[in-house]
């Protein structure tokens, strides 16, 4: 009689995370399979194996995933959104080095209420955190945009322009290509020196210093967000300006922390507070500013400087459903798990944040390589604890961008 095959309990625990991340019970995910709910249990708790490959891939299937995802093979972009949004970035990086505005566009383009409504399409999916749905429109809109400049209604081109390389530059920094999302800010600044605005002028100023804090320039954002604030208190008149002062004020407060000086974060972090108590919760420009950003930018500046019990007690006082866009809310629940995962004794409630930020922004969530450290930290602290398998599950799905 040959032997029973050893069982993988990492095999058991990446059938388990599978599962639970869909909400099936084993009996609902068994019958998916053809195989008991009591041979499924055994497999998910490592005291049977799932003994041949036919199993294996029943399991799979039933699970939506490849073999080679339970196995634990080295399977490069196993999303299908990783390998999208890989494609993405490399199409939007060339369309942002093809829109010169000292060259001429390609003629042909669709009429200008139709890029409008494009720009609209994109604009929602990016609040969505869809990013790799947001980079499937956006070359060709970048690319229709840029012709349009040359025409009859170039003002109104240079505007749309100005809007989608910011949504460029957004959505590049947060899949992690920081280098990329300058190069987007600088399309967004010259399409707004070439429109000659002072609120726009500081809207590109703001993704120039997020986009270098995001490269770890962080004397460089500072130095920008602080001259383009000071530029722009003379037009606060002017539909937008308050919001933008706001978030230059906040991109101050990270890039002067970062520099060393908590001091001088603290003062831009108070000025903005005082500005978002007078403007409320706002959505101009697809900024956010008011009260809660406040806060979800505090979080972020405390947890990144290290004081975890500090990011956790702003947290616990922030709602961020005041924001109904989901590219903020991720930004809540992803640094409150980082701060969590720093202090004993709240671990599980740190996974509960990193799982609710990837529902929330899974493409995001994948790619951000504080989250990957933060859950190979819980891993370890988890291992065989509840929470564990999920905490792999998760760690599987990400990948480097």
């Known amino acids: 009689m040959s032997p029973r095959p050893l069982a993988d309990p990492d095999v058991g625990e990446r059938i388990r995370a599978r599962r639970l991340l869909r909400g099936w019970s084993i009996r609902y995910a068994a019958s998916r399979a053809g195989i008991s709910h009591?041979?499924?249990?055994?497999?998910?708790?490592?005291?049977?194996?799932?003994?041949?490959?036919?199993?294996?891939?029943?399991?799979?299937?039933?699970?939506?995933?490849?073999?080679?995802?339970?196995?634990?093979?080295?399977?490069?972009?196993?999303?299908?959104?990783?390998?999208?949004?890989?494609?993405?970035?490399?199409?939007?990086?060339?369309?942002?080095?093809?829109?010169?505005?000292?060259?001429?566009?390609?003629?042909?383009?669709?009429?200008?209420?139709?890029?409008?409504?494009?720009?609209?399409?994109?604009?929602?999916?990016?609040?969505?955190?869809?990013?790799?749905?947001?980079?499937?429109?956006?070359?060709?809109?970048?690319?229709?945009?840029?012709?349009?400049?040359?025409?009859?209604?170039?003002?109104?081109?240079?505007?749309?322009?100005?809007?989608?390389?910011?949504?460029?530059?957004?959505?590049?920094?947060?899949?992690?290509?920081?280098?990329?999302?300058?190069l987007g800010a600088e399309r967004c600044r010259d399409a707004a020196e070439a429109v000659d605005d002072p609120v726009l002028l500081a809207y590109a100023a703001y993704a120039l210093a997020t986009?270098?804090?995001?490269?770890?320039?962080?004397?460089?954002?500072?130095?920008?967000?602080?001259?383009?604030?000071?530029?722009?208190?003379?037009?606060?008149?002017?539909?937008?300006?308050?919001?933008?002062?706001?978030?230059?004020?906040?991109?101050?407060?990270?890039?002067?922390?970062?520099?060393?000086?908590?001091?001088?974060?603290?003062?831009?972090?108070?000025?903005?507070?005082?500005?978002?108590?007078?403007?409320?919760?706002?959505t101009t420009m697809g900024l956010y500013f008011g009260p809660t950003n406040v806060d979800i930018w505090r979080i972020s500046i405390e947890v990144n400087e290290g004081d975890a019990e500090r990011a956790a007690a702003v947290a616990r006082r922030t709602s961020p459903m005041a924001i109904a866009a989901g590219f903020r809310q991720v930004f809540y629940y992803a640094d409150t798990a980082r701060a969590l995962a720093h202090l004993t004794g709240r671990e599980r409630e740190a996974v509960r944040y990193l799982l609710t930020a990837e529902r929330i922004a899974p493409q995001h969530v994948h790619t951000t390589a504080d989250l990957h450290a933060t859950t190979r930290t819980l891993l370890a602290r988890l291992h065989r604890q509840a929470g564990g398998a999920e905490l792999r599950g998760?760690?599987?799905?990400?990948?480097?961008?």
Not at 394 to 401: A, D, F, I, Q
């Open 38 to 182: 009591a041979t499924w249990g055994r497999i998910e708790r490592g005291l049977q194996a799932a003994n041949n490959r036919f199993m294996l891939a029943d399991i799979a299937e039933a699970l939506e995933c490849s073999s080679g995802d339970l196995a634990g093979a080295p399977v490069p972009g196993t999303d299908r959104a990783a390998t999208a949004t890989r494609a993405g970035v490399h199409a939007l990086r060339t369309a942002l080095i093809d829109i010169d505005l000292t060259e001429p566009g390609v003629a042909g383009s669709p009429a200008m209420a139709e890029l409008d409504r494009v720009l609209s399409l994109v604009d929602t999916l990016r609040q969505a955190c869809d990013y790799a749905g947001t980079m499937r429109l956006l070359p060709g809109l970048l690319h229709h945009l840029h012709a349009e400049t040359a025409g009859p209604e170039r003002g109104r081109a240079l505007r749309l322009l100005c809007e989608a390389t910011f949504i460029a530059s957004s959505v590049l920094r947060n899949l992690g290509h920081p280098g990329d999302a300058w």
């Open 211 to 282: 986009a270098a804090t995001a490269s770890g320039s962080h004397q460089r954002g500072q130095t920008i967000a602080e001259r383009a604030a000071g530029d722009l208190r003379r037009h606060l008149s002017r539909p937008g300006g308050a919001e933008i002062l706001g978030s230059l004020q906040l991109i101050s407060a990270k890039a002067a922390r970062g520099r060393g000086h908590p001091e001088d974060s603290a003062a831009w972090l108070a000025e903005a507070k005082r500005l978002a108590r007078r403007t409320g919760e706002t």
């Open 394 to 401: 998760l760690s599987e799905r990400m990948w480097t961008p």
